[in-house]
């Protein structure tokens, strides 16, 4: 959508360009003289590129405004507080944002889905209290309810994203901050208030 605006923005651009410039020639030219008259085509023609390529750039630090990722992968994403899942609940899934959102004991910790081992998407199996929660169905890596590793090729626990809860209780994630870890730990979580 954002490419197609960004190419509109730029022809729509670059055509103003033209028809200003073609304008100004015309004000420019001489009619008694062929040789003026070419060196204004000339030059209109050069000005309309310059000024087509200027669209162009111009376009493209549109699109540097424009945030790219909103809504998915990549940005900040919102659970609403009715979402939220009770301490050993089921895991709030979001598939656009790639992360299971858990609630434990020590607070909320969001999960990033992608297994570490070599990427497939981990579905979670349950129960919370089973040590095979999560089962990678690639190669059988195997995961608790936290994301640590109980099973399986894979190198270390699941990964977890930045997590805030917000004043109204729902819960932001920031699925363009994933972390890495050894294993679980409580500062992993963030205590739903
Ligand atoms: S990708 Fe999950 S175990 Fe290999």
Known sequence: MIRIVRTLFG????????????????????????????????????????????AVVAAGFGGLMWPNKT??????????????PPVDGVPFRNVAGKFYLIHNTDGLMAL????PHLGCTVPYVGPADSPHA??????????????????????????????????????????GEIHTRE?????QTVKLA
């Open 112 to 115: 990033y889905t992608k297994c």
């Open 11 to 54: 022809l729509i651009f670059g055509w103003i360009a033209s028809v200003v410039l073609g304008v100004l020639g015309r004000f420019h030219s001489d009619p008694m003289s062929n040789r003026v008259q070419r060196r204004t085509f000339v030059r209109n023609a050069t000005l309309g590129a310059v000024g087509s390529t200027l």
């Open 183 to 187: 294993s679980y730990d409580p500062s």
């Open 134 to 175: 999560f089962q990678c169905p690639c190669h059988g890596s195997m995961y608790d309810y936290e994301g640590d590793r109980t099973g399986g090729p894979a190198p270390r626990p699941m990964d977890y994203m930045t997590v805030t809860v917000e004043p109204d209780g729902s819960v932001m994630v920031n699925t």
């Open 71 to 84: 809504g998915a992968f990549g940005s900040k994403l919102i659970v609403p507080a009715d979402d939220v």
